[in-house]
């Protein structure tokens, strides 16, 4: 009883610690664009089959594949921010939205031209094995202690990165006050820029990450986790970095028991139900800012 | 006064002329399917047409109209789906006449969504914003997941229902599953016409044009434009908003029931997160607010993939790119700006109703 219960704990923060570095994508463009930008899924899903393709099909080692994967998708993501995004920054922000939904359209339906619908069956980055804990009783496979440990190291390298860097201060300004921070000197579109190559790299990390413990690729791998992560966000307050983490973590483990405990049919619904009541307790998510209204 | 009633007219003109583009339309579409001239995939597509009008139509409400943007609402056209679908083949003896069934169906489906409406609609109003929005994805994801491992069954006795098989429904003999978990449900007579649903488009027309323009309907927009300065006055921002959204609730069951019929069988993949999407982009697309823009777009839009076709698999690969560079070019100032001297005047009302909608 108790070790099953410690098993799932493992795998629901492993599951989460994934949901929160594709959450970090999410509250970083949202804090500095006020976009909700739902092409970012779809960006897990390219770094995902680049990794695959370059370690698969050219042999070349899992490093330099994840590695690979984090230049595509850094270069993808400043693309698409240049092309689809940029346009519009004065608009409305539903019509970002909606730029947003077409982008992932696009990158869904290029992946469907490029590679086909057939699933692949995605090779772990990690090799396979595990570590026994307990005498034995638990194990925890080397891939969810890469997985948990890469979220840890992202959030410090993060946190001490908007923290102390000039480009992080930068970004804070940005979401703080655009105009004020154009007035400061900073490039604002550089900056936001800089933001989506983050973010992307971030992705193209969590689409390798996923692959490796869920292995099966499509090209709409990345939308259920991308809705998932979305939710993780706002579920931790979204524009805010450790709520990311937080609401990650979270849902992950609320997910994982939900399957097991209540119905693997209805695990959604519980994550979505969850939220809902948070969201109905605290309006602006667990660590996010009270905004009062001015008149 | 004289001003006054010079709008009035303006009005029923503009009103006027939606109608009569949708009549038209109905009677052109008519004509040429009386000679021939309809390809039958194009057949096909006439009353999902009709069903995702009357969507976009009815999302125009609450995204448009109200100003909050909602991510769910084919969880409503679900639910009217599937209880219109029960309704279907529980009403199956007792109202052997087809269109007065489909009429039932349609009508209980109506209610049922309606009724999540309400549900949904008493919680979520009090968020803002993204929140709300957020809010609304998490509950069409929870009816489509209830609505995938739900099994219902109809026999002499009444309904039956069951969360976990459908050997559990416990059916006497003659019995059928309607509702059969992830298979969705399937084994039920394919009603839906396209004069059901024309009336359909044209009821929630009616319903929708003049909510917009009754007191209701001002107290709803200005709760929209400011909701401080609305509620300072007396407007009460949970009942306004909560009117708007179960209106449009209610006829996005009535489409779910009439869509659910145009097919021999329908699951609850089918109104998922992307469903919703669609019906938003068809609302963006056509303006917010903007009534007829929404029956245009949610149209055209339906039947651009199929006319694009001819280019084959790349079609949504065209459709994705139509999408961003039709956002880009309503949304540049240069643009914008040659069509507002075009069509100066003209385009007034359409501005007042965009100036401040969701965000």
């Known amino acids: 009883m108790l070790l099953g219960f410690l098993n799932n704990l493992i795998n629901g923060i492993s599951l989460g610690s994934i949901y929160a570095i594709i959450a970090l994508g999410y509250t970083m463009v949202y804090g500095i664009a006020k976009m909700l930008n739902f092409a970012h899924g779809d960006v897990i899903m390219v770094g995902a089959y680049v990794c695959f393709f370059a370690t698969g099909s050219f042999g070349l080692p899992p490093v330099v594949g994840v590695l690979l994967a984090m230049v595509v998708c850094t270069v993808l993501g400043v693309v698409i921010e240049r092309l689809a995004y940029k346009p519009l920054r004065q608009a409305p922000s539903l019509a970002v939205l909606i730029t947003a939904i077409g982008v992932s359209y696009f990158l869904q339906n290029m992946a469907l031209q490029l590679w086909g619908s057939d699933p692949k069956s995605f090779r772990s980055v990690v090799p396979t094995g595990s570590v026994s804990l307990l005498g034995g009783q638990i194990s925890v496979s080397y891939v969810t202690l890469v997985t948990v440990l890469a979220c840890v190291i992202i959030m410090i390298a993060l946190t001490a990165f908007t923290g102390n860097t000039k480009l992080g201060k930068a970004m804070r300004a940005c979401s703080e006050d655009k105009g004020a921070a154009q007035l400061m000197g900073i490039d604002v579109n550089f900056t936001i820029s800089m933001t989506f190559a983050i973010g992307s790299a971030l992705a193209a990390i969590a689409g390798v990450l996923l692959c490796s413990t869920y292995p099966t690729l499509m090209p709409t791998t990345g939308s259920m986790p991308g809705i998932k992560a979305f939710t993780a966000a706002v579920f931790g307050g979204i524009g805010s970095i450790p709520g990311a983490l937080l609401g990650g973590i979270l849902l992950g483990v609320i997910e994982i028991f939900g399957k097991a405990y209540i119905s693997t049919q209805l695990s959604d619904a519980v994550v979505f139900a969850v939220l809902i009541v948070v969201l109905l307790v605290k309006p602006t998510g667990l660590l996010g800012k009270k905004i009062s209204e001015k008149v | ?329 309503t949304n540049n100032a240069t643009i914008r700006q040659f069509f507002a001297e075009k069509l100066h005047g003209a385009q007034e009302d359409g501005k007042m109703s965009r100036k401040g909608a969701a965000k």
Do not use: W
């Open chain 2, 1 to 329: 006064m004289k001003q006054l009633s010079g709008r009035k007219n303006k009005r029923l003109l503009d009103n006027l002329i939606t109608y009569g583009i949708v009549v038209i339309a109905f009677l052109v579409v008519q004509f040429i399917q009386a000679g021939g001239g309809l390809s039958s995939s194009l057949k096909g597509q006439l009353v999902p047409i009709c069903c995702y009008v009357v969507m976009a139509v009815s999302l125009n409400l609450v995204v448009g109209v109200s100003g909050e943007l909602s991510l769910g609402h084919a969880g409503f056209m679900s639910v009217g789906a599937f209880s219109g679908v029960v309704a279907s083949v529980a009403l199956q003896d007792l109202i052997p006449l087809g269109p007065a069934r489909l009429f039932v169906c349609m009508l209980i489906g109506a209610v049922f969504a309606g009724i999540a409406g309400i549900i949904v609609g008493v919680p979520v109003l009090r968020l803002r914003g993204d929140y709300l929005a957020i809010v609304t994805l998490a509950f069409g994801e929870i009816i489509k997941n209830i609505i995938n491992c739900l099994y219902i069954g109809v026999d002499g006795n009444g309904l039956h229902f069951s969360v976990t098989s459908e050997m559990a429904l416990n059916l006497a003999e003659g019995g059928t599953a309607v509702i059969k978990g992830p298979m969705g449900a399937t084994g039920y007579a394919k009603l839906a016409t396209f004069t059901a649903g024309f009336l359909l488009v044209i009821v929630s027309l009616v319903v929708v044009l003049n909510l917009i323009h009754s007191r209701a309907g001002r107290a709803i927009m200005a709760l929209r434009d400011n909701r401080i300065a609305a509620e300072s006055v007396g407007i009460g921002a949970t009942k306004y908003k909560l009117m708007a959204f179960v209106t449009s609730a209610v006829l996005a069951g009535a489409a779910g029931a009439l869509y659910a019929m145009n097919y021999g069988s329908i699951a609850a993949k089918k109104f998922d997160f992307n469903t919703s999407i669609l019906v938003l982009v068809f609302v963006v697309l056509g303006g917010m607010g903007n009534i007829r823009g929404s029956i245009i777009a949610a149209a055209v839009l339906t039947v651009l993939p199929e006319m694009l076709r001819a280019v084959g698999e790349y079609r949504m690969l065209i459709y994705a790119v139509v999408l961003i560079l039709v956002m880009i070019a």
